[in-house]
């Protein structure tokens, strides 16, 4: 049986995993103003680099639908340009393992957006599985599969009822 501080260690290394996918999710969302536009793209660069402040150099995110990046650079150029005018990203059902000064973890991913060229609201939602790894005392993001389960359009933007009371 762990000892208690052996316990402890492991449960603050499970939060801080949760604060960095936390982190990861709200920059990815403040690329976006409140009326659902791109922000100007030296505003949306300086997020894409906090976002992928949560990256090890080396890290592969296979990113399903939208490609395999190699490297924080090859990540963050797509964190830039992503194909979305406006996102909110969902990470639900963490079941994060740590192994000393590794961890993995396993997320689902439900995310509502509307893409940049059409114009097009979609439901996203997929499966992660994630590896990390602590160095200097920090966890880092190394490795990121994602398996989308579907893209579905929804018929009406978020934008046309943003404000409005519901009506069914």
Known sequence: MASLEERVRRLEAIEEIKRMKAHYA???????TEDHRRKPQDE???IARDQ???FTEDAIWDNGL???????????????????RFSVHMYMNPLIE???ESASGSWVIWEVATLEE???AVFLSAT?????????????TSR???TNRFMTPFEEPWTVRRNQPYTP
Do not use: N, Q
Not at 26 to 32: N, Q, V
Not at 68 to 81: C, D, Q
Not at 128 to 139: F, I, K, Q, S, T
């Open 98 to 100: 740590v192994h000393g």
């Open 66 to 84: 939208f490609g395999r990046f190699e490297g924080k650079t090859a990540i963050w150029e797509f964190l830039r340009a992503t194909p979305w």
């Open 52 to 54: 992928v402040s949560v």
């Open 26 to 32: 709200l920059c990815a969302d403040a690329k976006y």
């Open 144 to 146: 990121v599969a994602m």
């Open 44 to 46: 949306i660069d300086r």
């Open 128 to 140: 992660l599985d994630d590896e990390y790894v602590r160095r200097d005392g920090r966890w880092y």
């Open 118 to 120: 059409s114009g097009r």
